[in-house]
């Protein structure tokens, strides 16, 4: 992946020809913002805005006290792979009251991160519903704020699958931050190569 940091801005190759897209989903200061931030190329597109009154009641900050921002639309960043193939990243607005604006941001996309708030596990169950809802291939990575259960103990909390990566990460290190996308490319991958139109290929 490209070794730029994300306040630097990279002018798109003009060899560029794939554009690969990845959707990052997940509860409501989960961390989603700050993962495309750390890992992309370019200065991130972001619709956050501030919280206001409006948001009392609605939006449940309880456990996220210092946030004082929030996506309204989604996150968009930028990461080249190789001389012609581009991955875009959009990260999805994790408050109930935007969810209808997931559907068009899964259309097209190649898979999903879904990020976790190890303190909020419930919070993931929409983000992997809806996933699975649309066959989307995705990898779970929980976003260590502080201490929180085992990655057995997150599997076995959220139902997945053996076959559904999950991973620790801190959305804040971009290395972090690449090793979840590796972690999706890879499953990604696996995932195409096992399919029954790729094993029925001559």
């Known amino acids: 992946m490209h070794s730029t940091t994300s306040d630097q801005r990279t002018p798109l190759r003009t060899t ?15 961390g989603k913002t700050t993962m495309v931030g750390s890992v992309s190329e370019i200065r991130p597109l972001s619709t956050e805005e501030v919280m206001t ?34 991955l875009y990243l959009f990260g999805a607005p994790g408050q109930q009251r935007f ?23 419930e919070d993931s169950w929409y983000s992997i519903d809806r996933l699975e809802h649309h066959r989307t291939p995705f ?34 290190e971009r290395s972090s931050s690449k090793h979840v996308l590796i972690t999706l490319i890879e499953h990604l991958t696996r995932t195409y190569d096992q399919s029954p139109a790729r094993e029925s290929m001559p």
Do not use: H, M, Y
């Not at 969810?99 to 909020?120: E, I, K, N, P, T």
């Not at 201490?147 to 997945?160: I, K, N, Q, W």
């Open 16 to 30: 560029a020809a794939d554009a690969l897209k990845i959707v990052i989903v997940g509860g409501f200061g989960a």
């Open 53 to 86: 009154q409006a948001s009392v009641g609605i939006d449940d900050a309880s456990q996220v006290r210092t946030k004082s921002t929030t996506t309204v639309a989604f996150d968009f960043g930028r990461i080249t792979l190789n001389e012609s193939k581009v």
């Open 99 to 121: 969810w209808f604006v997931w559907d068009q941001l899964f259309a097209g996309s190649l898979g999903a991160v879904v990020l976790v708030d190890a303190r909020r596990l």
């Open 139 to 172: 990898v779970v990575a929980v976003n260590r704020f502080t201490d929180g259960p085992t990655l057995d103990s997150v599997r076995e909390a959220l139902a997945l699958s053996p076959e559904v990566p999950l991973i620790d990460c801190d959305a804040r």
